[in-house]
Nanobody, 121 residues
Framework: QVQLVESGGGLVQSGGSLRLSCVVS????????MGWYRQALGKQRESVATIPSGDITNYADSVKERFTISRDNDKNTVDLQMNSLKPEDTAVYYC???????????????WGQGTQVTVSS
């Protein structure tokens, strides 16, 4: 059974920093794309940052130059360093991993349970 567990959320003042971490565990053959989404109260879930591989990253325009995504393929982890946080960054942040549990099985997206990030003004 695959599990994604996030950590690192919390309350921070505007302009502050937080680092989110997500570890993927369980029976895994390979992990493709990893990343982070967020969902603010009353809004749809949106992509924040994705990392198909270690050299390629994609960011939402709203977080470019402030957030940095990274992954460790040996540890099956994906992190999100968030700097210069703004009140509009307040949301529940979810990590995801697109992975295969067996060599010839299709790949699926798996999600963490979410971690709350609150930025006060």
């Amino acid at each position: 059974q695959v599990q994604l567990v996030e950590s690192g959320g919390g309350l921070v003042q505007s302009g502050g920093s937080l680092r989110l971490s997500c570890v993927v565990s369980g029976s895994i053959f390979s992990i493709n794309r990893m990343g982070w989404y967020r969902q603010a109260l009353g809004k749809q879930r949106e992509s924040v940052a994705t990392i198909p591989s270690g050299d390629i990253t994609n960011y939402a325009d709203s977080v470019k130059e402030r957030f940095t995504i990274s992954r460790d393929n040996d540890k099956n982890t994906v992190d999100l360093q968030m700097n210069s946080l703004k009140p509009e960054d307040t949301a529940v942040y979810y990590c995801f991993a697109n992975l295969r549990v067996r060599q010839w099985s299709p790949s699926y997206n798996y999600w963490g349970q979410g971690t709350q990030v609150t930025v006060s003004s």
